[in-house]
């Protein structure tokens, strides 16, 4: 029996990494640490509550007191940290809380594992930190040795978090890994971010605002595809060690817009082209291969099957997001993002 904290777990990301590995792993125990901010929702964990397996437990990563007390009653064998501020445009109004989470929250959780000696800290990290690449040379890729140059509050705080990281390994021995993912899509996406974004509106007959002229490439994701590399780096990745995740999935913003549409038969008459983000990165293009030679790691969807996949997710889970739409959900403003 292992016992795994996960932090963020009422998350997009640590929500299905919690249904991922309560699935996958039924010997192991799984306790999900999140403060509910206006991004964490119970909803998306409703139907593993009563999973003996499994424990939800509110605090928050920075409550220095609270984590310490935590960790020496639960004796975790292995720290998942997905906690953070995550939005882009949020950080770019409002950038002290980045710092306060992204970066105070996870040297908090760093002391706690180093001082009840956790056997793994992995911590999850962005393709975002290494900056962006042009958009006319699409030879560029990002690897793991490509040096840090975060654009946004919100990359910056994630790099610092990085760099904490690499100086517990080198510094107190630590046994942490990270992985650097690209853009993530898939179930219960909360609706500010791109893709659950253009389906929501699209299926209300509302404007799709694209960023600028909808050009910015992204990397994209399943999120299923990520939770199996962190699922694969905590077990057998090597300590220290950062390793990139992605599925060689580069589109335009327009061209996501667009499939979505066609898959939803919605007019492209819906896009509306409003100004871009400050600072907003170009293109982001993640080399995978130290992941999938080392560790032998494969995605298991394409681009189409996954949007197909989740496009249809999003139609048979109207309540779960119109609950949010609709401000029943606490909290709910939209932030227009082309992230
Ligand atoms: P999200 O915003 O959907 O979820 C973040 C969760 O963290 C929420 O449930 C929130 O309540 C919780 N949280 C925030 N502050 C907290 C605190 N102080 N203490 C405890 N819990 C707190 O984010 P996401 O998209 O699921 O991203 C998860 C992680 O993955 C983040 O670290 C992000 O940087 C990283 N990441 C995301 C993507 C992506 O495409 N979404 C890609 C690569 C990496």
């Known amino acids: 029996m292992k016992k795994i904290l996960v932090t963020g777990g009422a998350g997009f990301i640590g929500g299905n990494f919690v249904h991922y590995m309560l699935n996958k792993y039924p010997e192991y125990m799984i306790v999900n640490l999140d403060v509910l901010t206006y991004a964490g929702n119970l909803e998306s964990l409703k139907d593993i509550e009563n999973n003996p397996n499994y424990k939800f437990i509110r605090g928050n990563i920075s409550d220095r007191k609270f984590i310490f007390e935590l960790f020496e009653q639960e004796k975790f064998d292995i720290v998942v940290n997905f906690a953070a501020e995550s939005h882009v445009d949020r ?93 993530n899509y898939g179930p219960y996406h909360f609706p500010e971010k791109l893709i659950p974004l253009m389906i929501s509106r699209a299926l209300n007959n509302e404007s799709l605002p694209v960023y600028g002229n909808g050009e910015n490439v992204r990397d994209w994701l399943h999120v299923e595809d990520h939770c199996s590399a962190i699922d694969l780096i905590i077990h057998k990745g090597r300590v220290g060690e950062v390793y990139n995740v992605g599925g060689h999935n580069e589109r335009t913003n327009l061209e996501v817009v667009n499939t979505i549409l066609k898959t939803l038969g919605k007019s492209e008459e819906l896009i509306t082209y409003v100004t871009d983000r400050p600072g907003h990165d170009l293109r982001y293009a993640i080399d995978p291969h130290k992941l999938e030679n080392e560790l032998g790691w494969k995605p298991k969807y394409n681009f189409d099957t996954g949007m197909d996949t989740t496009v249809k997710w999003y139609l048979d889970h109207k309540e779960w997001w119109k609950n949010i739409i609709s401000g029943e959900y606490k909290n709910y403003e939209t932030v227009y993002t082309n992230i």
Request: charged share 20%; hydrophobic share 30%.
């Open 91 to 183: 950080s770019v109004t409002d950038p002290e809380i980045f710092v306060q989470t992204n970066v105070i929250g996870t040297q908090v959780l760093l002391d706690a594992s180093r001082k009840f000696r956790v056997n793994r800290y992995h911590q999850v990290s962005t393709d975002e930190v290494y900056g962006d690449l042009p958009l006319d040379r699409l030879d560029l890729f990002f690897t793991e040795n490509t040096p840090l140059n975060p654009s946004s509050p919100y990359s910056a705080s994630k790099a610092s978090a990085d760099f904490l990281v690499q100086s517990y390994h080198r510094t107190f021995g630590l046994p942490t890994t990270i992985s650097r993912c690209s853009n």
